[in-house]
């Protein structure tokens, strides 16, 4: 009796648990849009200080890194990573939009950011999604949870039987 009751607590606690996956991806989706809004704000803001310049971005870039002083070799840097983190992360999210709801889960952890999880973690709160997405990994959650309590129990419930048969004996 004992042990089923703490089976069905343990599979709650795996259901909440399991639950907040697919809502940490809505708020993860949420900030990697928010981080490519700013990392395309501030490429246009160098494109504009190129044009400015009446140079390209490609040779502002050129430029800033042949330039001997070691600032401008770091924003030249700065500038590269900048380019190549907002083409993953439109890629990522572009993917993410595409993907059903399950398939989102599997294409976060593809296109894993940790930066922009980081960020996420910092401001999640828990929240247990009613969408199917959430019931599902929450249900599947419920059934881990359930299954590791008694799989994990087993052993002890056949020693209490084996004590139990012997008793009789």
Do not use: C
């Not at 990392?39 to 803001?45: E, Q, V």
């Not at 959650?141 to 004590?163: D, E, M, N, S």
């Amino acid at each position: 009796m004992f042990l089923r009751r703490f089976a069905i607590a343990m599979g709650l606690l795996f259901a909440l648990l399991g639950s907040q996956w697919p809502e940490f991806s809505q708020q993860y989706r949420q900030r990697l849009g928010g981080a490519l809004d700013e990392l395309t704000r501030s490429l246009d803001a160098f494109g504009a200080d190129a044009a400015a310049q009446s140079m390209t971005p490609d040779d502002a870039l050129k430029r800033l890194a042949d330039n001997p002083d070691p600032l401008a070799k770091a924003r030249a840097e700065a500038v590269r990573e900048d380019i190549a983190r907002k083409q993953r992360d439109s890629d990522a999210l572009a993917a993410m939009k595409e993907a059903g709801p399950f398939a989102r889960l599997g294409v976060m952890a593809r296109d894993f950011d940790p930066e922009v999880a980081a960020g996420a973690y910092q401001a999640y709160e828990p929240a247990v999604p009613l969408g199917k997405e959430g019931w599902i990994v929450g249900l599947v959650g419920f059934a881990v949870g359930w299954f590791l309590t008694h799989a994990t129990a087993w052993p002890v419930r056949r020693r209490w039987a084996r004590r139990r048969e012997l008793a009789r004996a």
